[in-house]
């Protein structure tokens, strides 16, 4: 009796709450990123011996909803000569002998060298990656991330040319996103105090980003933005910071149901033409906004300190959110929709509510639901 009122009990609590999450629907198509950074670096003398950093971040992951999604990794960082290049990948999939129910790869690559006759170095480094679900009441997700660290004591001024490019497509329910951060690290040789200085940084999701090499040097001269075709709603924002004053230059578009909804320049980015608010945002092929290939980033350091490296990275991931436990209709969160489904499904055998997999629905499964409410959220 004590345990069909807790039952009761706790059923009553759930109808109390308001908010029900779909299941996950069909999703029979790919989602799929692709981000690249251009850079190039000045060294001073004495660097010319000098190693990169690269740290690779990479994570595939599929699943079967209310399974334990089969998650492979591979992470590291390594010191490489200069010139050097390599890749690296994760891939992971579920389903049956006859079918691939989910399927993922997420990868991180990077290539540099020195810009002949000069005390410079030019390369570039990538993620790319894609999640596709095959099956109902799957999911998959790819995520990887790269940076290149660059030691080398700059004293009190360093410049980088920096130019990203990246693309996304989605299909069905997935999402995408990307990132591209450059940072300067400094260091009072006195003290031993270290600081990060973000110089850029960059954010983005349902757009195309092409850079175009106009004088055949390998590197972006100039480039054109727009809204992947397929994308009805996505963002970029766009921050450029002057390590030396302070100032901030911004760019911000925002859109929804292809219309712009918010639209934002400032600083040396105030020439730049974008879409008015309630005016369409335009597809990467059918007037695009033209946007600089590169930008110039420069950093000085205070008296008494000194600029130790520069790290610029940068990532992308798409898919669906991988699940936690209890995380029963497979959005991410456990919250009172995973709580109410199973609660409705109690008793019964197997399914997405049999959370701990055992064949059945009972308390067990419940009290992980509780114990993991708010995860994910």
């Known amino acids: 009796?004590?345990?069909?009122?807790?039952?009761?009990?706790?059923?009553?609590?759930?109808?109390?709450?308001?908010?029900?999450?779909?299941?996950?629907?069909?999703?029979?198509?790919?989602?799929?990123?692709?981000?690249?950074?251009?850079?190039?670096?000045?060294?001073?003398?004495?660097?010319?011996?000098?190693?990169?950093?690269?740290?690779?971040?990479?994570?595939?992951?599929?699943?079967?909803?209310?399974?334990?999604?089969?998650?492979?990794?591979?992470?590291?960082?390594?010191?490489?000569?200069?010139?050097?290049?390599?890749?690296?990948?994760?891939?992971?999939?579920?389903?049956?002998?006859?079918?691939?129910?989910?399927?993922?790869?997420?990868?991180?690559?990077?290539?540099?060298?020195?810009?002949?006759?000069?005390?410079?170095?030019?390369?570039?480094h990538s993620t790319y990656g894609s999640a596709c679900v095959n099956c109902r009441r799957h999911g998959a997700n790819s995520q990887a991330s790269s940076y290149i660290v660059i030691g080398c004591i700059f004293r009190r001024q360093a410049r980088i040319q920096w130019a990203p490019q990246f693309s996304d497509s989605i299909g069905g329910g997935c999402e995408t996103a990307i990132s591209d951060p450059v940072y300067a690290r400094l260091r009072n040789p006195a003290t031993g105090a270290s600081e990060a200085v973000e110089l850029f940084d960059l954010q983005a999701s349902g757009v195309v980003w092409e850079g175009r090499d106009d004088d055949g040097d390998g590197f972006p001269d100039s480039a054109r933005v727009g809204r992947d075709h397929r994308r009805p709603k996505g963002y970029v924002t766009l921050l450029k910071r002057n390590a030396s004053t302070g100032e901030e230059s911004r760019l911000i578009i925002r859109f929804d149901n292809q219309v712009v909804v918010e639209s934002e320049v400032s600083g040396e980015f105030s020439g730049i033409s974008l879409p008015r608010v309630r005016e369409p945002m335009p597809t990467i092929d059918d007037n695009p906004i033209e946007l600089p290939g590169a930008f110039n980033l420069e950093v000085?350091?205070?008296?008494?300190?000194?600029?130790?490296?520069?790290?610029?990275?940068?990532?992308?991931?798409?898919g669906q959110p991988v699940p936690v436990q209890g995380d029963v209709n497979g959005d991410g969160c456990v919250d009172d929709a995973d709580l109410l489904q199973t609660l409705f499904a109690f008793g019964g055998q197997g399914g997405a509510a049999d959370v701990n997999g055992d064949g059945i629905v009972d308390d067990a499964d419940l009290l992980i639901v509780l114990f993991n409410f708010g995860a994910g959220c």
């Not at 990794?73 to 690296?88: E, L, R, V």
């Not at 000085?300 to 798409?318: L, Y």
Request: aromatic residues 10%; glycine residues 8%.
């Open 1 to 124: 009796m004590k345990r069909y009122n807790w039952l009761i009990g706790a059923l009553t609590m759930a109808a109390m709450l308001t908010h029900f999450a779909p299941s996950v629907a069909q999703n029979s198509e790919c989602c799929t990123y692709q981000v690249t950074h251009h850079f190039r670096v000045c060294l001073p003398r004495g660097c010319q011996q000098s190693q990169v950093v690269w740290k690779w971040n990479t994570q595939a992951a599929a699943w079967q909803i209310g399974q334990t999604p089969v998650i492979n990794q591979n992470n590291g960082f390594a010191a490489y000569s200069i010139p050097s290049s390599d890749t690296k990948c994760a891939n992971a999939s579920v389903g049956s002998a006859n079918q691939t129910c989910a399927v993922s790869s997420a990868c991180a690559s990077f290539n540099v060298n020195w810009i002949q006759g000069t005390n410079c170095v030019q390369g570039q």
């Open 300 to 318: 000085t350091a205070p008296d008494g300190w000194e600029i130790e490296e520069i790290e610029m990275g940068g990532g992308g991931k798409s």
